[in-house]
T-cell receptor, first 112, second 109 residues
């Protein structure tokens, strides 16, 4: 692994289903983030983690949960997907909370 | 709340210079980033300003005025591959990164 990876690349999901988007980084960065990007709205922060074992809410956290059991992984879970969660999801990491963020390739999620 | 404004779209000619402006009103300030994002790809880091003044990096330069809540990204010797979205992002007092909606730049021959 080089950098930050996300899985799946894309997914079509029925409304009401549970879905976990995976994010893994091998840069030993302390901070990790989840964003969603929607046309006309830009990148919006969903949840973040300053360090393993801690998480915080961003601008649009409702309907999403995260965990940070270790430094490398930061999964994002949609407990019961709704069509408004159709978006492109980017995971990012940085070595400190106010440093340059490196972005994963994104997951394109469609909820029908 | 946070407010970060950028023009929605700009068009410039190959070989020319273009300036993309960003104004911000945030609760505190801990730095400003510019990212480039090509269609269908992830954002990539271009520059970081935390003090007033101009930061130059090759064909790209970024300027910051904290007292005016203003930054610009200057792209020189434009190339076709510079067609992309340019995202201005500000770190506020809570160390959250707040993104503007991005400026879509089209470089024409």
């Amino acid at each position: 692994i080089a950098g930050i990876t996300q899985a799946p690349t894309s997914q079509i999901l029925a409304a009401g289903r549970r879905m976990t988007l995976r994010c893994t980084q091998d840069m030993r960065h302390n901070a990790m983030y989840w964003y969603r990007q929607d046309l006309g709205l830009g990148l919006r922060l969903i949840h973040y983690s300053n360090t393993a074992g801690t998480t915080g809410k961003g601008e649009v956290p409702d309907g999403y949960s995260v965990s940070r059991a270790n430094t490398d992984d930061f999964p994002l879970t949609l407990a019961s997907a709704v069509p408004s969660q159709t978006s492109v999801y980017f995971c990012a990491s940085s070595d400190r909370i106010n440093n340059e963020q490196f972005f994963g390739p994104g997951t394109r999620l469609t909820v029908l | 709340g946070q407010n970060i404004d950028q023009p929605t779209e700009m068009t410039a000619t190959e070989g020319a210079i273009v300036q993309i402006n960003c104004t911000y009103q945030t609760s505190g300030f801990n730095g400003l980033f510019w990212y480039q994002q090509h269609a269908g790809e992830a954002p990539t880091f271009l520059s970081y300003n935390v003090l007033d003044g101009l930061e130059e990096k090759g064909r790209f330069s970024s300027f910051l005025s904290r007292s005016k809540g203003y930054s610009y990204l200057l792209l020189k010797e434009l190339q076709m591959k510079d067609s992309a979205s340019y995202l201005c992002a500000v770190i506020d007092s809570g160390y959250a990164l707040n993104f503007g909606k991005g400026t879509s730049l089209l470089v024409t021959p």
